[in-house]
């Protein structure tokens, strides 16, 4: 399946998220290597179109570190295991200085969370999210269209005769 969207109009790109983040340090001297881990953040918006793009910098980074943590997608299911409500997520890796376009399944729900888990070794971290507001279709749906189009001429005509 192939995705037919207009990447080219920045006014179809909104910002969403951005998120600025430092660890917090443990004791009174920086310069030991003693911080606590950056949680999880999770986004404070739902979300509703399933083609995002997101940027990560890290101002602190080492020039070999290429990755920086993961995104991930959360949607609610009406299904409990263990008293605890549970959700399907996917999850995708970020790489650290690169906009990339970050398409998640849609599988027909409109509304989904996103949470970023950076990682461990990253004291800092900066990230904004867009997400696409255009039309998203596919081939196959513009194949069907275009059949039925199709259909529909040749129904027309044979109404004629």
Not at 85 to 103: A, D, E, H, M, N
Request: net charge negative; hydrophobic share 40%; proline share 6%.
């Amino acid at each position: 399946m192939s995705l037919i969207v207009n990447l080219n109009d920045p006014n179809l790109w909104v910002p969403v998220w951005e998120l600025d983040v430092t660890a917090q340090t443990l004791g009174s001297d920086v310069e030991t290597d003693s911080y606590v881990r950056i949680p999880e953040q999770k986004c404070p918006i739902i979300l509703h179109k399933s083609l995002l793009a997101v940027y990560a910098s890290n101002p602190l980074a080492k020039p070999g570190w290429f990755s920086a943590g993961y995104l991930s997608q959360s949607i609610s299911l009406p299904l409990t295991v263990g008293g605890n409500p549970t959700s399907y997520g996917s999850s995708r890796r970020i790489v650290l200085g690169k906009t990339q376009i970050v398409p998640f399944l849609d599988i027909g729900v409109s509304d989904f969370a996103i949470a970023f888990l950076c990682h461990r070794w990253h004291r800092q971290i900066k990230l904004v999210v867009w997400e696409y507001q255009g039309n998203i279709s596919t081939t196959e749906l513009t194949a069907i269209t275009a059949l039925g189009q199709q259909l529909n001429s040749i129904e027309s005509k044979i109404d004629g005769l």
